[in-house]
């Protein structure tokens, strides 16, 4: 992983170039499994709000890499690797057969700062439910916790929980810059096909409320 200043805090430029260069099409470059059991998805009543009162965010923290997330609703306790672009143009993923590992995309914002973090895992593996399985049963005020190599924890509030369409998929929505502390948590969803695999993508939309 490489420092904050080294990256020439490229923050939400970075993740814009994503946008178009790798999720341009809404697709979330998962390896999702074989879809044998059926995650949970989030309910109409947890989507997105109108945006809230930017003024409720918690000032954002100094930078320092992220190591960890939890979130305790659903039982994710899973450490952070950095995740990069690959030659084709496409988010790198953690590993499949590591069933309890996350990944952040370490070229743009780092959870905590001022802007869009984005954290990205998978639903399930060939042998059944991985790190973000339960992702779509979480509820609107759960609390996301990301620990940072400095010893201080990021502490996020969940404002929704939403699932798209891989071919209708709100990249401006999701990836877009933000001028507050944000978090995305990403993993597949929408539904299975036995020839396509996943259709779409769960998305947690959350802001940073605190910080310990």
């Given at each position: 992983?490489?420092?904050?200043?080294?990256?020439?805090?490229?923050?939400?430029?970075?993740?814009?170039?994503?946008t178009?260069?790798?999720?341009?099409?809404?697709?979330?470059?998962?390896?999702?499994?074989a879809?044998?059991?059926?995650?949970?998805?989030?309910?109409?009543?947890?989507?997105?709000?109108?945006?809230?009162?930017?003024?409720?965010?918690?000032?954002?923290?100094?930078?320092?890499?992220?190591?960890?997330?939890?979130?305790?609703?659903i039982?994710?306790?899973?450490?952070?690797?950095?995740?990069?672009?690959?030659?084709?143009?496409?988010?790198?993923?953690?590993?499949?057969?590591?069933?309890?590992?996350?990944?952040?995309?370490?070229?743009?914002?780092?959870?905590?700062?001022?802007?869009?973090?984005?954290?990205?895992?998978?639903?399930d593996?060939?042998e059944?439910?991985?790190?973000?399985?339960?992702?779509?049963?979480?509820?609107?005020?759960?609390?996301?916790?990301?620990?940072?190599?400095?010893?201080?924890?990021?502490?996020?509030?969940?404002?929704?929980?939403?699932?798209?369409?891989?071919?209708?998929?709100?990249?401006?929505?999701?990836?877009?810059?933000?001028?507050?502390?944000?978090?995305?948590?990403?993993?597949?969803?929408?539904?299975?096909?036995?020839?396509?695999?996943?259709?779409?993508?769960?998305?947690?939309?959350?802001?940073?409320?605190?910080?310990r």
């Amino acid at each position: 992983m490489h420092s904050r200043t080294s990256r020439d805090r490229l923050g939400d430029t970075a993740i814009a170039a994503v946008t178009v260069v790798a999720l341009g099409s809404g697709v979330w470059l998962l390896g999702c499994g074989a879809g044998t059991h059926a995650p949970p998805q989030p309910a109409a009543v947890e989507g997105r709000p109108d945006p809230g009162d930017e003024r409720l965010a918690a000032p954002a923290l100094a930078p320092s890499l992220p190591t960890r997330i939890r979130i305790p609703a659903i039982h994710v306790d899973a450490p952070l690797m950095g995740l990069a672009l690959t030659r084709s143009g496409s988010l790198d993923v953690p590993p499949a057969r590591n069933k309890n590992l996350a990944g952040w995309y370490e070229a743009g914002t780092i959870p905590g700062e001022t802007g869009t973090a984005i954290v990205a895992g998978h639903v399930d593996n060939a042998e059944g439910p991985a790190v973000f399985y339960d992702l779509g049963a979480l509820k609107r005020g759960a609390r996301i916790e990301v620990d940072r190599k400095d010893g201080s924890v990021a502490v996020f509030t969940v404002d929704a929980v939403e699932v798209y369409a891989a071919n209708n998929f709100p990249d401006h929505k999701v990836y877009g810059a933000a001028p507050r502390p944000e978090l995305r948590v990403i993993t597949c969803g929408g539904g299975y096909s036995k020839t396509a695999g996943y259709l779409g993508n769960v998305v947690v939309f959350a802001h940073l409320t605190g910080g310990r």
